[in-house]
């Protein structure tokens, strides 16, 4: 059988055609924003409202999880879409605007994320290692770094911690919030003593690939009220249950933008669990609040979570002055600024401010006057 | 009663959000695509953000799971562009939390194609 292709008017002059049928050709669009023209009125609205035309342009499992990273407060948004860039705009956002004098910063790359290709993810660790020192901590000396790893690779971990702990304005290690991984299980526990050894805390910070226990729920509104929190609190309970304070009783774990108000709950649920339990898990010599005492500390962004009154109250239901740091999340537009703190005592708001920071980062040490 | 000259009617479009500062008062200023105009003070009840910064939006609406629609009468809301929530341009109330959440409205008169705030 053979046929020819009919004419075309691009084929003026040449021979006839047997045909070709490509039955897997990409086309692609510049960006999603090419569709609104065909969509109706409220996917429009949705679509440019959350700036979709700033997420990757494919759809995902997880299309809401693709955007959070690309809204920032309205004030803090360069002319050409893009926030936290640049060493000058947290200088003029956070330093000057919001009166921060010291930033730590987490960024928003976290290659144990990855699931496969683990050879790229190590080197994309590496690289964003040296990115950071180069370009924000050689910069200005009010900003702290922190180690990206790739937690699969343990012994490359703790070769990786090391090496990035040189500098001296390094201040942790960074672990992203996951739903597949037990970060207490004892084959990470080296990655927690290389942290102790390097005088550097462990933080931990969810992502988009960061699920709640209904997976990628189908609203944004699901997976951002439940996604971090949740992960916070398997990933906190996986801690200490096995026994990595206790193993490691000078480290700190610190849990990133979680909100604060589920803490109270987490520490009187482990301690009513531990006392039932305990027999299970003799390796752990403490009561769970003893440890979030000692060993954890929480950043306080989103406060809006609760009012600084109820704030107050929660922290002297449990005694944990010492726990919270303040965070503002920059540049996210759900950032909190130091307004927020304005109602709180002066004793606890210092102690948010700065003390807990001090007393909770080894190497920071050096700021106390 | 005092009269305020904001601007001229012309310079408001339709659509406009404009700040104004009337002595110590931050005021937003909007222009509803029906040409109707309001006015609030320009600081998000939330966290105190700049209204002024947000934009003017489409009220969504629906009762059933994946319905959503825009509200049938044109509704508006002025949308925080901190943490996104939304106020009614007339009352002022935060649409998911009105009865906690508010932002002070004021009168605007319109008189020989100029705009005052009416204090």
């Known amino acids: 059988m053979s046929a020819t292709a009919p004419a075309h008017a691009g084929d003026a002059g040449t021979q006839a055609r047997t045909l070709v049928i490509d039955t897997d050709v990409h086309e692609n669009m510049a960006s999603k924003m090419d569709l609104l023209p065909h969509m109706d009125d409220y996917w429009r609205h949705y679509m440019t409202t959350y700036q979709f035309d700033r997420a990757p342009n494919t759809p995902s499992a997880w299309p809401y999880a693709a955007m959070l990273t690309t809204r920032g407060r309205a004030e803090w948004t360069a002319e050409d879409g893009t926030i936290g860039r640049t060493v000058d705009q947290i200088r003029e956002h956070l330093f000057d605007g919001e009166g921060v004098t010291h930033a730590l910063l987490n960024g928003q790359f976290y290659p144990s994320m990855m699931t496969g290709n683990y050879e790229f993810a190590k080197a994309l660790a590496r690289a964003y290692n040296d990115w950071q020192r180069d370009n924000w901590l050689e910069q200005d000396e009010r900003l702290y770094g922190s180690v990206q790893i790739v937690a699969h690779d343990v012994e490359e971990a703790v070769r990786e911690i090391d090496r990035v702990a040189e500098h001296p304005r390094v201040v942790q290690v960074f672990l992203p919030l996951v739903h597949d991984r037990q970060y207490g299980e004892p084959k990470y526990h080296p990655i927690y003593e290389a942290a102790v050894r390097n005088d550097l805390v462990v933080a931990f910070h969810h992502l988009n690939y960061t699920q709640t226990l209904l997976g990628y729920p189908r609203y944004w509104l699901e997976w951002h009220t439940m996604c971090a929190p949740s992960a916070g609190m398997n990933q906190l309970m996986s801690l200490i249950a096995n026994g990595v304070f206790d193993k490691f009783p000078t480290l700190k774990a610190v849990i990133l933008e979680t909100g604060v108000g589920w803490l109270n709950w987490f520490m009187w649920r482990a301690d009513a669990q531990y006392k039932e339990l305990r027999m299970e898990v003799p390796w752990v010599k403490r009561l769970p609040s003893e440890h979030v005492r000692d060993n954890v500390r929480l950043s306080t962004q989103p406060m809006g979570d609760t009012t600084p009154e109820h704030f107050a109250s929660l922290v002297e239901m449990t005694d944990t002055a010492g726990v919270f740091m303040f965070s503002s999340d920059y540049p996210h537009f759900d950032a909190d600024s130091l307004n927020v703190y304005d109602r709180l005592p002066e004793d606890l708001r210092r102690r948010l401010m700065y003390e807990n920071a001090l007393e909770t980062y080894p190497r920071l040490a050096g700021l106390a006057r | ?119």
């Open chain 2, 1 to 119: 009663m005092k009269k305020v000259e904001l601007c001229k009617l012309e310079d408001l479009e339709p659509g406009t959000v404009r700040r104004f500062d009337v002595g110590k008062l931050p005021l937003v200023v909007v222009r509803l695509p029906d040409g109707r105009i309001r006015a609030m003070r320009d600081r998000c009840s939330h966290y105190g953000a700049r209204l002024s910064l947000g934009k003017l939006q489409p009220k969504v609406v629906g009762d059933e799971v994946g319905e959503r629609r825009f509200a049938e009468d044109g509704e508006v809301v002025l949308r925080c562009p901190w943490h996104g929530y939304e106020f009614d341009v007339d009352t002022g109330r935060c649409i998911a939390d009105p009865m906690h959440q508010s932002v002070r409205t004021y009168r605007i008169l319109v008189e020989d194609d100029t705009v005052f705030l009416d204090r």
